[in-house]
């Protein structure tokens, strides 16, 4: 039996693994605890909108991956901060303009780094504003690829170098604990600051310890890993599942490259998971990701039987053939189930939208158009006995 059909769909999924791949090479950062920060910031600031062109700022959960992403696009970046949303307006007044996330390049004297966690319970305006930043430190291995810059984030100051003068002008004003000379001014950073003390403190104690290294290449390899499940369980494993059902309409070469092509994509599914494994943890149900990894490894088990027994196609009513239809209806269910919780980890740890209920539609839209056709089917096969009936009992009626 030949499957050179197969060759490029193989050649896809190759490419479509090779690309990932070469999109992973991104730096992984180290989160350093809150309110620890440089008063340097000579790679430049940003503003992260919820949406090209917006004034609202993005939501913090996201705000971190799209400033990484604006760090690795600039070869000199050695790390980046970003600003809680309480902050902006006290900055806005005071500078003309806002900025949530900033780039460093250069590494300056110990006396230019604020520590928001030396100032105890009467912490100075220096560590009042720096509480409401968190920085990210580069570890080491700079990925040499420029990556892209976010499509969210607009330039604000532009990156700069400072002079030895303005840097000793700087750790005066450090030491000093910085005076603005503001009272208005002032008294908004101490506002914004009792604002991003509450929300730190309402952070789970993981969360506040634990620096997430969802870099912009793993999520890349998520989103290949999850269109990859999408075409497996929504569209091949059904063919595969219901191509029984209609035995007329689906040549057994087909059937078996159904099953093949199957197996191929559940493999370079799973491969991409395990090559990314570190990249999603479990928010909202601590066995969310346990579940999702054991139900997809049952499911490469059960397709690997399929794709073996479907090489030799046999009747309907056979043992061998309703085992395979059995376990199609495994796949099936679990299936959904793999994709609606990929959905969930995803959206939960990216905080990004939801798709697992677009996807159950789908699923229902797809078994209705299953069901409608098997019966539109019976329907044309009882009507083409009737009349083969009838034309066999009308010729006997000439005949006599």
């Keep these: 039996m030949k499957y050179n ?30 309110g620890q920060i440089p008063y340097e910031n000579d790679g430049g600031c940003f503003f992260c909108a919820k949406f090209k062109g ?54 300056y004297p110990p006396e230019t ?131 029984p059902s209609f035995p007329n309409s689906i040549p057994t070469d087909a059937y078996t490259a159904i099953h093949v092509t199957t197996f191929v994509l559940t493999f370079v599914t799973v491969f991409i998971a395990f090559n990314t494994k570190k990249g999603l943890v479990d928010n909202g149900d601590s066995g969310a990701k346990e579940k999702h990894q054991i139900v997809g490894l049952t499911l490469l088990l059960l397709i690997s039987l399929q794709a073996l027994g479907s090489m030799h196609r046999e009747g309907k009513s056979s043992l061998k053939q309703k085992l395979i239809t059995a376990a199609g209806f495994i796949v099936f269910g679990f299936g959904v189930y793999e994709v609606t919780s990929g959905c969930f980890l995803f959206a939960t740890n990216y905080n990004t939208v939801y798709w697992g209920q677009v996807y159950l539609g789908y699923i229902c839209w797809l078994i209705l158009m299953i069901a409608g056709g098997k019966l539109a089917m019976k329907y044309y096969q009882g009507g083409r006995t009737r009349t083969k009936y009838t034309q066999v009992h009308t010729k006997a009626f000439e005949l006599t």
């Design 54 to 107: 917006s004034s609202f700022p993005i939501d913090f959960g996201d705000l971190s991956d799209n400033c990484q992403q604006m760090c690795d696009n600039d070869p000199k970046c050695t790390a980046y901060s970003i600003s809680r949303e309480a902050s902006l307006h006290a900055h806005e007044y005071y500078w003309g303009s806002t900025a949530n996330c900033c780039l460093e390049r250069e590494e």
């Design 113 to 243: 780094y604020i520590d928001a966690q030396n100032g105890g319970d009467e912490p100075n305006i220096c560590e009042k504003e720096a509480t409401c930043w968190t920085r990210y430190k580069q570890d080491a291995g700079k990925c040499d690829k420029t990556q892209k810059k976010s499509k969210l984030c607009s330039p604000v100051w532009k990156a700069r170098k400072f002079t030895d003068e303005k840097i000793k002008e700087h750790v005066d004003f450090i030491k000093k604990g910085c005076n603005y000379k503001d009272k208005k001014f002032e008294s908004m950073l101490d506002e914004a600051y009792q604002q991003c003390k509450a929300e730190i403190e309402a952070e789970p104690e993981e969360v506040q310890q634990k620096a997430r290294h969802n870099t912009d290449g793993q999520r890349s390899a998520w989103v290949a890993h999850g269109v990859f499940g999408a075409i497996t369980f929504g569209v091949l494993s059904p063919l595969s599942t219901f191509s």
């Design 5 to 34: 059909f197969l060759l490029p769909t193989v050649a896809v999924v190759a490419a479509a693994v090779a690309a990932v791949a070469s999109d992973g090479c991104s730096s992984s950062y180290t989160r350093l605890p809150h």
